[in-house]
């Protein structure tokens, strides 16, 4: 039995530092992508003041991210930094496709009330979209595993609600 265990993170946790704040034994393994989902934004967050990021069942769409390797010792602090016990989000099992083209299976979380329309980024409406912070994070932790250009691309047409006030976490996870 192996004492680890492989999550793909497409959100916050793409950036190292994030990750890295409750769960310390994480170590990148690859990037990679799931087929027939799509990113999206739908539930507020209190910590980071706007939308934070789900995926949804979409046919013919892709999200990109990162596939961490962490100890099973972290399996619950995961668990609660993305509030699996406030029904906020769930576990699931997806597979990965690697650049190389290798399959991972993966641990990944979805919100559990997910948007059931389709928007463009462009469209969504003031209470869907992701804070500044939150989004800049997401775009960092893309940029720092060399995500393809198209989709950090993608990530930064991402309209955010352009709040200003105090964030719940630290304010140096953007900074160089």
């Known amino acids: ?39 999206d934004f739908q539930r507020y967050s209190k910590r980071w003041h706007g939308a934070s990021a789900t995926i949804v069942e979409t046919n013919d769409s892709i999200v990109w991210g990162v596939v961490w390797e962490l100890d099973k010792c972290n399996l619950p602090t995961l668990n609660r930094q993305e509030g699996v016990q406030d029904n906020i989000y769930h576990a699931m099992s997806v597979d ?12 990944v979380y979805q919100q559990c009330h997910n948007p059931t329309e389709y928007m463009k980024p462009a469209d969504l409406p003031m209470d869907r979209k992701p804070s500044p912070l939150y989004l800049e994070t997401i775009i960092k932790g893309a940029q720092e595993n060399n995500l393809p250009d198209d989709y950090i691309k993608f990530l930064k047409s991402i309209p955010n609600n352009g709040y200003k006030g105090e964030y719940d976490i630290s304010l140096s996870l953007i900074e160089d």
């Open 1 to 39: 039995m192996s004492n680890t265990f492989l999550y793909f993170a497409y959100g916050s946790n793409l950036l190292a530092k994030r990750i890295r704040l409750n769960n310390s034994t994480a170590v990148v393994k690859s990037i990679g992508y799931i087929k027939n989902f799509r990113l």
């Open 96 to 107: 990965v496709i690697t650049p190389n083209g290798t399959t991972l299976n993966c641990r």
